[in-house]
């Protein structure tokens, strides 16, 4: 071997050994670029056109989904991947805006709305006690005491809704003593066990239990003294709050003991006489509104197993949909009342943030409870009864002690006698928003069914303003952060401590959550304030708007993926589109119902419309949606998904009206 091989040979190697140094560190560069947030977006503000998009983001589902998971959210490089997601999907928009057009403006924190003047008089007004009777000139007035004690007898369209017993009919079959409550949840029994395979409850309450509460209903009804038109009426709740009786698992494997208390929904609806059937599943820490549980294997949505229900309050949605409860409690921080209702095909009450309190854990900013139920008359008196600020209650703190109106149905129910509608249009003087571009930017039948809704709504009296809503893009993906946020530091002791293994999708998500900076939250926060000014000051008071109007889902009710049975799905992209006109409602604390419009032609799975309110405004978005369900005929879920507990004494598809 010559010196000139030898000297070859040895250039080689050092080229080997450079090449060897130089690729890890242009790796570690090129992943140190990555993890950077990168330089602000720039976005022209006022500009008033459309900008929402989709976003981009890796789907899986099935047996795969739990290796995804470890890579994007346990491996050593999921750091990168997290901010790579975060940055592909508008971290930048988000922060570019905060910086250019938010600069002077504080940080949110919680969408607080202080009641005006008005609306707390009109609460009040409503809420004196014992003032139910007839006022100075012997004309009787409705309070919301004597709506609790008869009903809204009359109200909504019975021939229209009566494939869905409602409140008002198990309260007709009691008061005419057709049967008594112990009769009625004997049925109630046989129809949960038909409807078992539906995968409704967390925690189902066991026949004694239901017996003991139908027992101290017919003792209050045979004394004729029955608590409130809910006394003998089987409700049910959310596993996201405490239910006396019931162990509380947030839709995970690891579920506490039976709890000794009641929270709040649960405890206002006893005390109206309500009888609470157990706790209704949802998927795991609530953080996806397809709605599947993959450790309760459930719910499915009772028009097709083949679709999601809708989530996260998917029990609550399918327990009513299916005729077993003409109420559920439902929480909703992303869609999770709205989008279950319009999956699976009942009405959604969000309200405004504030309005009902509860005090199991976590107190969201962008989450409230409210009412999943059969029609909207139901959700009015779920509203009545869960509403009302509680003392010492967090949101006293946050919002004001005083500032928080009592509830009320004004306009939804004629105050007094006096008022003679007649020959007046159900929503004559009411005012419409509506954001054309938005609102068309949906599946087709769902637009074309939309639109028909609109023109009814139109024929009952309302007035349609166009109206534009700036910068939606940067406000729903603030809203995107802000929930990811809050579930990565609400479920975070189970993320780091976990004593139990976190399904495949929550990991993802909370991962998510917990890797976004603390400029990009503040950035969030300060859009949340521009947001609300916009929303509340601009477009509803700017256009004297009473409500804007949508459709409620951004594509059809999904199917479910191959394989996904016992693993669930994580699909961003999926979700955010499901979720088109959603995140306003929680990201600024204003309340919005879901009301049912139709049904898909092919696959018969139903249709959904949401009507969103200014904050406060709940008796006026339900009295709008009220009328709006007089604009199609119901369709109840296909045997054996359907299950009508009233039957033997109403017999088939009749309401006692
Ligand atoms: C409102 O928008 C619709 C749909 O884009 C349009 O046809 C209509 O002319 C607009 N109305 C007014 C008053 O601008
Ligand atoms: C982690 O688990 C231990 C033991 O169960 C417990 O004492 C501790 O409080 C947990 N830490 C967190 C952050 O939850």
């Not at 996201?240 to 009786?245: C, H, K």
């Not at 009411?430 to 938005?438: K, M, P």
């Not at 139109?458 to 893009?473: D, F, K, M, Y």
């Amino acid at each position: 071997m010559s010196k000139e091989d030898d000297r070859i040979r040895m250039r080689s190697l050092e080229a080997w050994r450079l090449g060897l140094l130089v690729v890890p560190w242009a790796f570690l560069l090129g992943m140190l670029a990555i993890l950077q947030e990168g330089p602000p977006s720039s976005a022209m503000l006022g500009k008033t056109s459309y900008n929402l998009v989709d976003v981009s983001a890796p789907a899986a589902a099935g047996p795969l989904l739990p290796w995804v998971a470890w890579v994007v959210a346990r491996s050593p490089v999921s750091p990168w991947i997290l901010r790579y997601l975060l940055n592909a999907n508008g971290a930048a928009v988000v922060r570019g805006f905060a910086v250019e057009h938010c600069a002077g403006i504080p940080p949110a924190w919680y969408p607080i709305h202080k009641a005006t003047a008005s609306e707390l008089e009109l609460g009040a007004s409503w809420n004196q006690p014992n003032r139910s009777g007839e006022d100075h000139q012997g004309v009787a007035i409705t309070t919301t005491d004597a709506v609790l004690a008869r009903g809204l007898e009359g109200l909504g369209h019975p021939e229209q809704t009566s494939a869905y017993r409602s409140v008002q009919d198990y309260h007709g079959v009691y008061r005419s003593g057709k049967a008594t409550p112990s009769d009625v949840m004997e049925r109630w029994w046989e129809g949960s066990e038909q409807l078992a395979g539906l995968k409704i409850f967390a925690s189902a309450a066991h026949r004694e239990d239901l017996l003991a509460q139908a027992l101290a209903s017919d003792a209050r009804w045979n004394a004729g003294k029955p608590l409130s038109v809910w006394d003998g009426v089987p409700v049910a709740i959310k596993d996201q709050s405490a239910v006396q009786g019931h162990p509380l698992c947030f839709g995970s494997s690891e579920c506490s003991l039976p709890q000794a208390e009641d929270d709040l929904p649960a405890a206002r609806l006893r005390a109206a006489g309500a009888i609470l059937v157990g706790t209704t599943v949802m998927p795991e820490g609530g953080v996806t509104p397809l709605g599947y549980a993959p450790f309760f294997g459930g719910p499915f949505n009772p028009y097709s197993k083949g679709h999601y229900s809708g989530g996260s309050s998917a029990g609550s949605a399918v327990a009513v949909a299916s005729g077993l409860v003409p109420m559920a409690v439902g929480w909703d921080g992303g869609g999770s009342i709205r989008v279950p209702a319009a999956m699976s095909g009942c009405v959604g009450l969000a309200v405004t943030w504030g309005r009902i309190p509860y005090k199991t854990r976590p107190f969201s900013s962008v989450t409230k409870a409210g009412p999943l139920a059969a029609t909207i008359a139901d959700a009015a008196l779920a509203y009545l009864v869960l509403a009302g600020s509680e003392p010492g209650h967090f949101y006293n703190g946050q919002i004001g002690e005083d500032q928080i109106p009592l509830p009320h149905l004004d306009g939804i129910v004629d105050r007094s006698s006096r008022v003679d509608r007649e020959d007046r249009r159900p929503l004559k003087g009411v005012r419409l928003g509506i954001f054309w571009d938005h609102f068309r930017h949906t599946d087709p039948e769902i637009v074309t069914r939309s639109e028909e809704a609109v023109r009814f709504l139109e024929q009952q009296g309302a007035e349609l303003v166009n109206v534009t809503i700036p910068h939606l893009r940067e406000i729903h993906l603030s809203h995107s952060f802000r929930i990811l946020a809050e579930f990565g530091v609400t479920w975070e002791s189970e993320f780091y401590n976990a004593s139990y293994a976190l399904e495949a999708n929550t990991e993802i998500t909370l991962a998510l959550g917990r890797s976004l900076s603390a400029g990009e939250l503040l950035a969030v926060e300060k859009i949340r304030t521009f947001a609300i000014g916009l929303l509340r000051d601009k477009v509803f008071r700017g256009d004297n708007l009473d409500a804007i109007v949508s459709p409620m889902l951004g594509g059809r009710v999904p199917s479910t993926p191959r394989g996904y049975e016992g693993y669930g799905e994580s699909n961003t992209p999926l979700v955010y589109k499901i979720m088109r006109y959603v995140p306003l409602a929680n990201f600024l604390g204003l309340p919005a119902v879901s009301v049912p419009i139709g049904y898909e032609a092919d696959t018969g799975l139903p249709i959904g419309f949401q009507v969103m309110g200014d904050a406060w405004s709940e008796a006026k978005i339900l009295r709008i949606a009220g009328v709006l369900e007089g604009f199609s005929s119901r369709k109840p879920p296909p045997s054996p998904n359907h299950f009508d507990v009233l039957e033997p004494w109403l017999g088939v598809g009749t309401s006692s009206g």
